[in-house]
């Protein structure tokens, strides 16, 4: 069964921080890029940060660049994002996604059009 799923969400208090996991099962292919994307309530969903095989290109969103932290470990098909200094306005449901393209240009690389796999996600909620 082909799969991305997510853990470590959670309720933190603003200044916080959180460690999220996606672990990829069942592909028949590797996912070239990854990336973790937010829906907050009553928004559209966006790119958060991106990450290219072998760790050699990351690409993060201005509102979480200084604070968040995206790797993988290829041999535990794990992706994880690292999240510091928490912010009320970080509160929404984060997805991990995955894409079999090799290379994507700057703008590609936060797109949800980019990617063709997906998790169900898991809720991070920032408390003030």
């Known amino acids: 069964q082909v799969q991305l799923v997510e853990s470590g969400g959670g309720s933190v208090q603003a200044g916080g921080s959180l460690r999220l996991s996606c672990v990829a099962s069942?592909?028949?292919?590797?996912?070239?890029?990854m990336a973790w994307f937010r829906q907050a309530p009553g928004k559209e969903r966006e790119g958060v940060a991106a990450i290219s095989d072998s760790s050699t290109i990351t690409a993060y969103a201005d509102s979480v660049k200084g604070r968040f932290t995206i790797s993988r470990d290829d041999a535990k098909n794990t992706l994880y994002l690292q999240m510091n200094s928490l912010k009320p306005e970080d509160t929404a449901m984060y997805y991990c996604?995955?894409?079999?393209?090799?290379?994507?240009?700057?703008?590609?690389?936060?797109?949800?059009?980019?990617?063709?796999?997906w998790g169900q996600g898991t809720q991070v909620t920032v408390s003030s």
């Open positions: 996604a995955g894409g079999p393209q090799f290379s994507l240009t700057a703008i590609q690389r936060l797109r949800d059009i980019s990617y063709n796999q």
């Open positions: 069942g592909f028949p292919y590797k996912m070239h890029y």
